[in-house]
């Protein structure tokens, strides 16, 4: 994996950081690369409540906050940023709005590496809204000085689009980590953890190589 000089991790959720690129963070991490995570909501909108259920659509708000601040420590994340949007409405803020405030955070922070999702491939509203204005923010950089994008990508026409990912880090040394931080979006996960670690006991494939391959592809303007 590539040193870099400072990562901006954008997504819109609690927990979006968990599954997809907590391995990459924990690893770029452990290289002394200082890590932002800009969290555009609380996630108050989810479905799960905890398995058994110790949530409510009340108290679920300061509960995924709580929980996300756990999985940032969990990672090593040195820099957390909550925005304040509400979840499930990205996609109906103003767009130009979304694109300053993260053509800030790029200014504030000059990273060599920002991680979001691709616009198009990433399935729920949110995803699409949050990866299109830092896609719009990373556009507005003169091109020669343009930040390296990395995507999420996993909608079922990814790869026949897009083709196969520009880069895939094995976080397998790391893959204990990644668990904790899925562990720490408990009110989210409880069930689905239980469900994986039957899997990883009996060394399913799928489940191995979901735990232990992140892969990203690359934006190209």
């Known amino acids: 994996m590539e040193k870099e000089s400072h990562v901006l991790v954008v997504f819109p959720h609690p927990d979006d950081e968990a599954f997809g690129v907590s391995g990459t963070i924990a690893s770029h991490v452990n290289m002394g690369t200082p890590v932002t995570y800009a969290c555009l909501t609380l996630g108050e909108m989810g479905r799960n409540m905890g398995n058994p259920p110790f949530a409510n659509r009340e108290t679920l708000p300061a509960i995924r906050k709580h929980e996300l601040r756990e999985a940032a420590r969990v990672l090593g994340i040195s820099d957390l940023r909550m925005l304040g949007y509400r979840d499930k409405t990205v996609e109906f803020e103003d767009p130009d709005k979304l694109t300053d405030e993260i053509s800030s955070l790029i ?7 920002i991680i979001t999702f691709y ?3 990433s399935v ?3 995803h699409e809204a949050t990866g299109e204005a830092v896609v719009r ?3 507005k950089i003169p091109e020669a000085q343009r930040t390296k994008l990395h995507c999420v990508a996993f909608s079922k026409n990814t ?3 897009l083709g196969e990912p520009d880069t895939i880090h094995d976080i397998s040394a790391v893959a204990d980590i990644k668990l904790d931080a899925i562990r ?8 689905m953890v239980a469900e994986l670690g039957e899997k990883l006991k009996q060394k399913d494939p799928q489940a191995l190589a ?3 391959i992140e ?3 690359t934006y190209k303007h």
């Not at 200014?107 to 590496?113: A, D, K, W």
């Open 159 to 161: 790869k026949e689009e």
């Open 107 to 113: 200014q504030e922070l000059n990273p060599s590496l």
């Open 124 to 126: 729920h509203p949110d």
């Open 215 to 217: 892969r990203f592809w």
């Open 137 to 139: 923010a990373v556009g």
């Open 210 to 212: 979901w735990l232990n």
């Open 184 to 191: 720490a979006h408990r009110s989210q996960t409880e069930l």
């Open 119 to 121: 616009p198009g491939y």
